[in-house]
């Protein structure tokens, strides 16, 4: 099993920038791809972006491509996202997961592709 803790959202005006850090304990973080998810008030939980256990493959929600960047740090036991020209269309409550690497969730983008959530980090982007 694996702890995820996200940190880093806040409070930004349109066109900032803000980076997301979600560390992970608990067993061999290598041995995970991870995903970022948002959550906005009254909508359902939608696919952000994600990484493969190395690293080597990423895929990102056409919304943020070209805006956000998914990275990680097997090392720290950390995955990043940073969050460039954001809009207030980006506010959310946003979720780090880990899913069992070779399953194919960073291609499917699905939650339930996901087997651990951490309990989100806000972000909110005001006009």
């Known amino acids: 099993q694996v702890q995820l803790v996200e940190s880093g959202g806040g409070l930004v005006q349109a066109g900032g920038s803000l980076r997301l850090s979600c560390a992970a304990s608990g067993h061999t973080f290598s041995t995970y791809d991870m995903g970022w998810f948002r959550q906005a008030p009254g909508k359902e939980r939608d696919f952000v972006a994600a990484?493969?256990?190395?690293?080597?493959?990423?895929d990102y929600a056409g919304s943020v491509k070209g805006r956000f960047a998914i990275s990680r740090d097997n090392a720290k036991n950390t995955v990043y996202l940073q969050m460039n020209s954001l809009k207030p269309e980006d506010t959310a409550l946003y979720y780090c997961a880990a899913a069992f690497k070779g399953t194919g969730a960073v291609v499917s983008g699905s939650p339930r592709r996901f087997n651990y959530w951490g309990q989100g980090t806000q972000v909110t982007v005001s006009s």
């Open positions: 990484i493969t256990w190395s690293g080597g493959d990423l």
